[in-house]
């Protein structure tokens, strides 16, 4: 067989490249080589006939391509559920009294903890199963409902076998400081001590994680305890990432961003003279959309602040089983737009480009650009604002991970 110029080459299609706002392409096409964008451009621009450049041309029919989309803060290795603990918080009690009461994030400890590494891979597989027919193509996946060492490492191997079976891309974090678990109840530094001195440094060793995480909040971890975590993270040559001023404002934020952090994530309660920190280093924000709706704040992050500064805003699922049991990264661009007032636009690019740098991939992914790993969704729309206008529908023709393609409807 002759060696052809491109693997695949994609035709009749309104290309969101996400460069530079939307970066729209019309009548556009997209090539790739390798598992890397060979070429994209309008298709009369391209430089051989897509029948002669490749075998396999694919017929877009008018519809849309945009990056694959990333979703960069996901628990979306659980086992259990949490549903009586719905039904507890419709009859009146809070988050923080369920958590208080042993309940929340401990009660999937416990079942986190008893299920079997097959049973846990099961439950989770479902679950990303259904995050890529939205259109997702890298997952960011937090450990944090295993709490020792067993069942965190547990956690992080499901994490990876979801990558290597599922052909989804996984960036791991180590998140031991979700809250305490129960065993340390009385003595929260003790369990600090372990996670800096044994649980983050095992982690590092045995490479299954890029990134150590903290529930940085009155109900679990402190300001100072969180910085200790952040050196010992960084010792072991970890990324950093934080929970910060989801329900009250300890000052997570800037402590994050002056370690240089990836993203501090959720900032409901992000004052503005830290947004203007933010905007001088690289630390990205990540708005959480599904937790704000599915717990019914009332506090709106600081969007217009941040828009002002130019921020590079992502935004993502937060998919647990306790404060958003959210799987589709179209329905959060809606809920962006209707609940924090951001643009599709916005929205859009909060689960392409910006999304990658909260993971610091965006040299690999994130956009279509000539170079980068060719992780693309097709969509029957004609413009990917249509993917933030529609509330829980995500018409997907076609998902491609670095040149193939993985499903298609
Ligand atoms: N992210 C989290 O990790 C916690 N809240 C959030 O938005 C709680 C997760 C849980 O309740 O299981
Ligand atoms: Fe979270």
Redesign the pocket.
Known sequence: MANRLWDRVWINATVATANGGYGIIESGAVAAKDGRIAWVGPLTEIPMSPAAGALDVIDCRGGCITPGLIDCHT?VV?AGD?VREFEQRLKGAT?EEI?QAGG??RS?VQATRAASEADLFAASRVRVEAMMACGTTTIEI?S??GLDIEAELKMLRVAKRLESELGVTVKSTY?GA?TVPVEFKERPDDYVELICRDMIPKVAQLGLADAVDV?CENIAFSLAQTERIFNAALACGLSLKC?AE?LSDLGASSLAARFDALSVD?LEYLPARVVAQLATGRTVPVL?PG?FYYLRETKVPPVASMRALKLPVAIAT?C?????PLLSLPLAMNMACTLFRMTPEEAFLGVTKHAAQALGIEKERGTIEIGKKADLAVWRLNHPAALAYMIGSAPLLQLVKEGSCVLTK
Request: hydrophobic share 15%; aromatic share 16%.
């Open positions: 628990h659980y949490r988050y958590a929340g994030i999937t937090k944090g409902y998140l979700h529930y929970h989801q959720h959480l937790s937060d647990n089983p306790g404060t958003s």
